[in-house]
């Protein structure tokens, strides 16, 4: 945008980019505001005002106007499965943000009538029944009438899929088909299938189901992923780190992302994990990638960062909280061999833990490795989940040098938890105060995007106000953060995760140029509305890689989304809703407020002679003189 004021010079130093007429929260104590900032070469060149930006304007740098709005270093989601979610996005009909069930299932209808025989129609996590006016499920008679001859997998949290007929046909599933471990197919009285799965606890049952549905092939799935990416840049995030996850095989299914880094199009830097996906040959499959590849191997846009979320199969504890906690079997041994495999090696790792009694049982493991000086030696690891791990427990974490990743998981399944649990263990699940007064490392994330939309803000909403989509206080204030420690953990501390605070989470000289400029004022717009804030300009190393509002058109073009039925063709991603508004009592607020302004502004105007001092205000309105 051409600025008056800053002429383009000729100069050895200009910047790529400058920002400017922003108000910018650098999260760089030593300078935490500013107006204007400069990136050259993908790294910040200087931070301060408008003024100090016009020596670094050239004839091709980019001058945006932020227009007064917050700018804020770019989000970093410390656990979010984009690799596999970009995989599948453009087949995926998304549910996050739909507040009616009766809109959803017209989406549904729609997009079953534009599918191609042999596709599914699928709808696979980001929402909740407790966010939908009608507060339930969709049954599965709704879905046969739906799409009468369409197969529709309407996945539900951790929890439970419903299956249309047409589905059940096409998995597989008839009388004859056994319950799978730690799942059922609920059945009629004949012994049919209903089109009802449940996790009892394992959600495997739920994920090797989905499996059964098609898949991308080829140039779709990189045209998949860069539209996933540039969803995710919607909303200000610039990183994220990759949790990897079931039915998440390397290298196979990590060959698109290194095929978008090594063509410099990824708009979102990755730190990635690897995750054992057989039973029993988890040790042998962690050897043979130690041999092969080294955490940090990779870029500032693609990066190993090491082992997990799961280590073995058989520690992994389930989050359906409909179900009482699993009973782990015996796991110490092989999950010994694991982590010490990785200390040896210079692996840091993640670990799944939902519940304090699979981490005492893991943190009894590194104790004992701890007495071999594997532990802390400096390989970065952390917890995921911990919903209910305890005081000592956490202790025990801050005492070998680990460190914590929580997510909204409970945005979505709060209301299930608090049936279960009650409200006094919900209130401390996760006890996010108690990680950070212990000066842990706690990096927040969505988990995304089976269980959790990918909208990082619906997960700051959580973290600040500790309220679910569903509208459920479940955290009281002692266990909630304020807006500022709640973007840190966002940016600064999943920096911290990957090993990369002195390059970013900050905006600072030498860090990299990672920026989101918003559309509300995070710090000020009222609590309820911060889940609705999106970025209208977001920046990844000096690039623009997404644009909106007045910015429209300034970032890269991408390819159509393919195939063209594809539900992201016609819907897009997360469903935007309205902001909340004002209450009554706001407004009646507001009210007295202009009333007492309009008051003050008639005595200043009498004061100086400009009016009667006993006029009537409606006499001063030429409007009403005769």
């Not at 920002?19 to 060149?45: C, E, F, L, M, Q």
């Not at 009802?196 to 549905?213: D, E, I, Q, R």
């Not at 202009?594 to 006993?614: D, M």
Request: with cysteine; net charge negative.
């Amino acid at each position: 945008m051409p600025v008056g004021g800053l002429v383009p010079r000729v100069t050895d130093d200009a910047a790529d980019l400058v920002v400017r007429n922003a108000k910018i929260h650098t999260a760089d104590p030593s300078r935490p505001h500013a107006g204007a900032i400069a990136v050259r070469a993908g790294v910040v060149t200087a931070v301060g005002d408008d003024k100090d930006m016009a020596p670094l304007v050239g004839p091709d740098t980019k001058v945006v106007d932020a227009l007064g709005r917050r700018v804020v270093p770019g989000l970093n989601d410390s656990h979010l499965h984009v690799i596999r979610g970009g995989l599948n996005y453009v087949l995926e009909l998304r549910w996050d943000g739909v507040p009616t069930l009766r809109q959803g299932l017209e989406m549904l209808r729609e997009q079953a009538a534009r599918t191609p025989k042999g596709q599914w129609v699928r709808v696979v996590g980001g929402w909740s029944a407790e966010q939908f006016a009608e507060r339930r499920l969709p049954t599965v008679a709704e879905l046969n009438a739906a799409a009468p001859g369409t197969p529709v997998f309407v996945l539900h949290l951790y929890q439970s899929a419903v299956l249309n007929r047409a589905a059940l046909k096409a998995a597989g599933y008839t009388r004859d088909t056994p319950d799978p471990k730690g799942g059922q197919i609920v059945r009629r009285r004949d012994g049919e299938p209903t089109g009802m799965l449940l996790a009892a606890p394992s959600a495997l049952v739920l994920y090797s189901t989905l499996a059964k549905a098609p898949v991308l092939e080829g140039e779709d799935k990189k045209t998949s992923t860069r539209h996933f990416l540039r969803e995710l840049n919607r909303f200000g995030l610039t990183s994220a780190i990759d949790a990897a996850g079931g039915f998440q095989n390397f290298p196979d299914n990590y060959s698109t992302v290194v095929e978008l880094a090594e063509a410099g199009q990824l708009s979102l830097r990755i730190a990635y994990h690897l995750f054992p996906q057989t039973p029993g040959q988890e040790t042998a499959d962690l050897a043979r990638w130690i041999e092969t590849v080294r955490p940090e191997d990779g870029d500032a846009w693609l990066r190993l960062n090491g082992a997990g979320e799961n280590l073995t199969w058989a520690a992994a504890d389930f989050e359906n909280f409909t179900q009482p906690r699993p009973e782990l079997t015996d796991y110490e041994p092989e999950f010994e061999k694991a982590v010490r495999l990785l200390m040896e090696n210079g692996w840091g790792f993640r670990l799944h833990a939902t519940y304090d009694e699979t981490i005492r049982r893991d943190l009894a493991v590194f104790e004992k490795l701890a007495a071999e000086g594997l532990f802390p030696a400096g390989n970065r690891w952390l917890f995921d989940h911990a919903e209910t791990v305890s005081p000592a427990s956490l202790d025990r974490i801050a005492a070998l040098g680990g460190a914590m990743s929580v997510q909204n998981r409970l945005s979505f399944q709060g209301e299930a938890f608090v049936r279960r649990y009650g409200p006094g263990v919900a209130a401390d699940a996760p006890p996010i105060r108690a990680m950070l007064d212990r000066g842990l490392t706690v990096g927040a994330g969505t988990d995304a995007t089976r269980v959790s939309t990918y909208n990082p803000w619906i997960a700051l909403h959580w973290l600040v106000s500790g309220r679910t989509v569903g509208d459920l206080t479940i955290r009281p204030p002692h266990n909630r953060v304020d807006r500022r420690t709640a973007l840190a953990m966002f940016t600064e501390a999943g920096a911290a995760l990957t090993g990369e605070s002195d390059v970013k989470g900050v905006l600072r000289p030498g860090f990299l140029g990672d920026l989101a400029v918003l559309s509300e004022d995070y710090f000020t717009v009222p609590e309820a509305d911060i889940a609705h804030i999106e970025s209208l300009l977001t920046v990844v190393g000096g690039r623009i890689v997404y644009a909106a509002a007045e910015y429209e058109g300034l970032d890269e073009e991408l390819p159509p989304v393919s195939p063209d039925w594809s539900p992201v063709a016609h819907y897009g991603g997360y469903q935007a809703a309205h902001r909340t508004g004002r209450s009554g009592a706001r407004q009646a607020e507001l009210l007295g407020q202009a009333a007492l302004e309009s008051e003050q502004h008639r005595q200043w105007r009498a004061r100086r002679g400009l009016a009667p001092e006993n006029a009537d205000p409606v006499a001063l309105d030429p409007c009403f003189a005769l």
